[in-house]
């Protein structure tokens, strides 16, 4: 340190200025460092708990091969448009092969899905027993999501809704296929 103009007086007051401003700024820099650092570990803690709840509840990508060749894949499903016709019957143990079942319709979104991509009429997973319709899963039709027209005792997807002919006729038809949330 250097001191100017007349002895030792001057410079003690300029050493204890100094002293106290690099004291202050010293505190100032250490809170700006502890700020950033706190800050910096409440991003990365919400980062990380976003991604484990976006992880297990909304998966942001499919991976590219979580359905089989072939099939298309739509709100964690796997569909397979069939190019053959076959009876109601052959048409479900077709998709049973792959470890699928006929087309079984869950809300609006997939039937609106469905009725855009499918052609010619295809089979769905929906038959007759003692005059009520239900799913090949085994679950009762939601009426309020299909209504289905005609008086056969299986069902196809036309393009304006659900109609029912006889299951010896024969039509291509679509197969589901539920992805794991483990995939």
């Known amino acids: 340190m250097e001191c100017r103009g007349g002895g ?6 300029e050493r204890g200025t100094g002293s106290r401003e690099d004291l202050f700024s010293n505190i100032w820099l250490w809170r700006a460092v502890a700020g950033v650092l706190s ?3 409440i991003l990365i803690s919400c980062i990380q708990f976003v991604n484990l709840s976006s992880a297990k509840d909304f998966p942001v990508c499919p991976s590219l091969e979580v359905c089989p060749s072939g099939w298309l894949y739509f709100q ?3 569909y397979y448009l069939s190019e053959n016709e ?3 019957n052959s048409s479900q143990s077709h998709c049973s092969l792959h470890n699928a079942s006929l087309l079984v ?3 609006h979104q997939e039937l609106s ?27 009762a039709l939601d009426n309020e999501l299909i209504e289905v027209k005609g008086s056969g005792n299986c069902a196809y997807l036309e393009s304006k809704g659900v109609s029912a002919s006889g299951c010896y006729l024969t039509r291509k038809w679509v197969c589901s296929l539920t992805i ?4």
């Open 8 to 13: 030792g007086r001057g410079c003690s007051a």
């Open 105 to 107: 319709i869950k809300n």
């Open 76 to 78: 964690r499903k796997c």
């Open 113 to 139: 899905f469905m009725m855009k991509i499918t052609k010619q009429d295809p089979w769905i997973g929906l038959y007759k027993r003692n005059e009520e319709f239900f799913w090949v899963n085994g679950n």
């Open 180 to 183: 794991n949330s483990a995939q």
């Open 86 to 88: 076959a009876d109601w």
């Open 39 to 41: 800050a910096a570990v």
